[in-house]
């Protein structure tokens, strides 16, 4: 209820109130500087560099960066399409990218790109 408020409307003046005093100087006054604090020297650069590439496809905790340990072993791979149907692949693992894995099937001797978002299961044949 709006009774329990009663600031809560409350008109904004539409005139400025008057404006602060500004305090006078005369010129025996002492005018104070407080010294300024000297700039921090800029860290220099670390000894340590960060390897070229993306640390999802380099690092074997996830799936893209361990799967590209396992380029050039024959795999099937098992991928969800939509909610309910399963599909294998069987091929050599070529490339494994962040977003996609290019097989190449033995038979036809082509190449599969898939996504790999979409992979529930790989086996890899050693």
């Known amino acids: 209820m709006i009774s329990n408020y009663p600031n809560y409307f409350r008109t904004m003046p539409m005139t400025p109130g008057p404006e602060p005093e500004m305090p006078e100087f005369d010129s025996n006054d002492e005018i104070r500087q407080t010294p300024m604090p000297s700039p921090t020297p800029m860290p220099s650069p670390s000894p340590f560099e960060m390897a070229p590439g993306s640390?999802?496809?380099q690092d074997i905790n996830?799936?893209?960066?361990y799967l590209r340990t396992q380029i050039g072993k024959r795999v099937r791979v098992t991928y969800l399409l939509g909610t309910s149907t399963l599909q294998d692949r069987t091929g050599v693992l070529e490339n494994v990218g962040i977003s996609y894995i290019i097989i190449?099937?033995?038979?036809?001797?082509t190449k599969e790109l898939s996504d790999i978002y979409s992979i529930k299961f790989v086996v890899i044949f050693d």
Do not use: H, S
């Open 55 to 57: 640390p999802v496809q």
């Open 62 to 65: 996830y799936t893209q960066g």
């Open 104 to 109: 190449r099937n033995e038979e036809t001797n």
